[in-house]
């Protein structure tokens, strides 16, 4: 299966923990998102690379939030100091920008619970 | 970033087509139309988009209004696999997530 993967699909911690979710997007891809999504909530856009350059964080994003995609493979999303309010599905999408506009790729998302 | 204006839910039967709509008045000339839907418990899907025709794949049909300020998708003969959030978004890129529409698909 060449499609986007995230790891792991679930997780639970303690509020002030720390946690690192990975994505690997499909290999041709040179753009990978990251999305935050509540419950009855449309994803919330985070964060995207192009190859391995940072091109734009949304003003949501708190300090304690981190993306990296070191060598423009695979990215990671690490969230220090976790709170309640982080409790959420965080998706991973991938794409290959084209002439015909942008055609997104999503995994399955990882599932944080913060107790 | 153009916003959408869509029903919060639509409801229809199996193997009837099911007409979702789109608003989109502040769209700019660059802006592709862009359909997603999330079924349960799963990352969004794409769907269809376009920019200015018109367009049919193996799951819907995209039809665009002349003046682009409004659109509808497709779903030529629903199944409940069809029940879903479609989420109509307008961009070129680094796509901006309404609430989408709730369809519910009746037996």
């Known amino acids: 299966d060449t499609g986007v993967s995230q790891n792991p699909r679930h997780k639970i911690t303690k509020r002030g923990q720390n946690v690192t979710f990975r994505c690997d997007p499909i290999?041709?891809?040179?753009?990978l998102y990251w999305y935050r999504q509540t419950l009855g909530q449309g994803p919330e856009f985070l964060t995207y690379?192009?190859?391995?350059?940072?091109?734009?964080k949304s003003r949501l994003l708190s300090d304690r939030f981190s993306a990296e995609r070191p060598k423009g493979s695979f990215s990671t999303l690490e969230i220090q100091r976790t709170e309640q309010g982080d409790s959420a599905m965080y998706l991973c999408?991938?794409?290959?920008?084209?002439?015909?506009?942008?055609?997104?790729?999503f995994g399955s998302g990882t599932q944080l619970s913060v107790l | 970033d153009a916003k959408t204006t869509q029903p919060n839910s639509m409801e229809s039967n199996e193997e009837e087509p099911v007409h979702l709509p789109c608003n989109h008045s502040?769209?700019?000339?660059?802006?592709?139309i862009h359909w997603y839907r999330q079924l349960p418990s799963q990352g969004p899907e794409y769907v269809i988009h376009?920019?200015?025709s018109n367009v049919n794949n193996r799951m819907a049909s995209l039809a665009i209004a002349e003046d682009r300020k409004s659109s509808t998708l497709i779903l030529h003969r629903a199944t409940l696999r069809d029940a879903a959030v479609y989420y109509c978004?307008?961009?070129?890129?680094?796509?901006?997530f309404g609430q989408g529409t709730r369809l519910t698909i009746n037996p």
């Open positions: 999408a991938s794409s290959q920008m084209g002439a015909e506009g942008e055609k997104l790729f």
């Open positions: 690379f192009q190859n391995e350059a940072q091109l734009e």
């Open positions: 502040t769209i700019s000339g660059t802006d592709y």
């Open positions: 376009g920019l200015t």
């Open positions: 290999s041709e891809h040179n753009r």
């Open positions: 978004i307008l961009g070129a890129q680094k796509l901006v």
